[in-house]
């Protein structure tokens, strides 16, 4: 059974910093993709970034250069580290990832940013 545990969102100001965790379970970690959305209120889920079993990466452009994805094998662990927040960060962020042609998603962890 797959199972991706999201944590680490909250309340930041803008231009401050938060840290997402994803754990995952049921799957063998390192040969999988795993990726980052979210979604914000009335507007549809989108891609924020991805990092593949060989640590490439791929980053939306609203979020080059402030966010940075990673990953640690050992402890079957995805990391979001987000930098320079801004209010339109504000979002249900998802930890994502896909066996057998089947996506699985967390239940997701709410980062808000506003004064």
């Known amino acids: 059974q797959v199972r991706l545990v999201e944590s680490g969102g909250g309340l930041v100001q803008p231009g401050g910093s938060l840290r997402l965790s994803c754990a995952a379970s049921?799957?063998?970690?390192?040969?999988?993709?795993m990726g980052w959305y979210r979604q914000a209120p009335g507007k549809q889920r989108e891609l924020v970034a991805s990092?593949?079993?060989?640590?490439?990466?791929t980053y939306a452009d609203s979020v080059r250069g402030r966010f940075t994805i990673s990953r640690d094998n050992v402890w079957n662990r995805v990391y979001l580290q987000m930098n320079s927040l801004k209010p339109e960060d504000t979002a249900v962020y998802y930890c994502?990832?896909?066996?057998?042609?089947?996506?699985?998603w967390g239940q997701g962890t709410r980062v808000t940013v506003s004064p």
């Open positions: 994502t990832t896909t066996r057998q042609s089947v996506d699985f």
């Open positions: 990092i593949t079993s060989d640590h490439s990466t």
């Open positions: 049921g799957i063998n970690f390192r040969l999988h993709t």
